[in-house]
């Protein structure tokens, strides 16, 4: 109570203590999926299933290092070898998760999990603000990477359980261009906002050709639940 500054993002605030809980997405991301928003189990997404959690945690370590961090360490390079160093992380990374994606509609298989969820923002700003302000140009997604392109657009065109908010309305592509171009001073001294990729560059509500983008039909039901050793 009483802190006037600067904050980042995420952060996770108790209300009625006025306390941080935590600004660790990782931990957050965890922390909000233990709890049931919805009474009926049979609609409420399970997004670290106990069966899947060998392969997630595998997988979200490999995309924090090389590819949610990979991208800030070559931006934030200040030396050639530590940005060639994380440019072969990154796209290597990027190589294998496309042709992944290219047998099956998600990470770990039919239904989206934390590891989807921790890929995606990076995803979907990649070519719009890392691809030209951290120097991330070798490839595109959009040019360069089919199943990733479309994988990318299949989430943003999820379908929630009722009228209210939907993935599409918790990202603004142009936005985030704005804040990355405007706001990073070092990196980019003349302030000088990209006109592109926009939006509709991006083309993200294109039809994915994935499956059905309902909610029943994406996420793993806190109902169906497995043991872990499953």
Not at 8 to 35: G, H, Q, Y
Not at 37 to 47: G, S, T, W
Not at 56 to 72: H, K, Q
Not at 127 to 149: E, G, H, M, T
Request: aromatic content about 10%; hydrophobic content about 40%; charged content about 25%.
């Amino acid at each position: 109570p009483g802190y006037i500054g600067r904050c980042t993002a995420p952060l996770l605030l108790d209300k009625k203590t006025f306390k941080i809980v935590s600004n660790e997405s990782s931990d957050i991301l965890r922390m909000l999926n233990e709890i049931d928003f919805e009474e009926d189990l049979a609609i409420a997404p399970d997004l670290y299933p106990p069966h899947l959690r060998s392969e997630i945690d595998r997988l979200d370590a490999m995309i924090y290092e090389s590819i949610n961090n990979g991208t800030y360490q070559s931006g934030f390079a200040t030396t050639q070898s530590a940005y060639d160093a994380a440019q072969d992380k990154l796209y290597s990374a990027l190589d294998q998760l496309d042709a992944l994606l290219a047998n099956q509609r998600f990470l770990t298989g039919p239904l989206l999990t934390e590891a989807d969820l921790r890929l995606f923002p990076t995803i979907v700003r990649f070519d719009s603000a890392y691809a030209v302000l951290f120097k991330c140009s070798r490839k595109s997604i959009r040019a360069d990477y089919p199943n990733l392109q479309a994988w990318m657009r299949d989430i943003w065109q999820i379908q929630t359980s009722d009228a209210g908010l939907q993935v599409r309305d918790t990202f603004d592509v142009d936005a985030a261009r704005e804040s990355y171009f405007g706001q990073l001073f070092p990196l980019n001294p003349s302030g000088i906002i990209p006109a592109g990729p926009t939006l509709e560059d991006m083309r993200l509500d294109e039809p994915a050709g994935r499956g059905s983008n309902k909610w029943n039909d994406v996420f793993v039901a806190k109902k169906d639940r497995l043991p872990e050793h499953v």
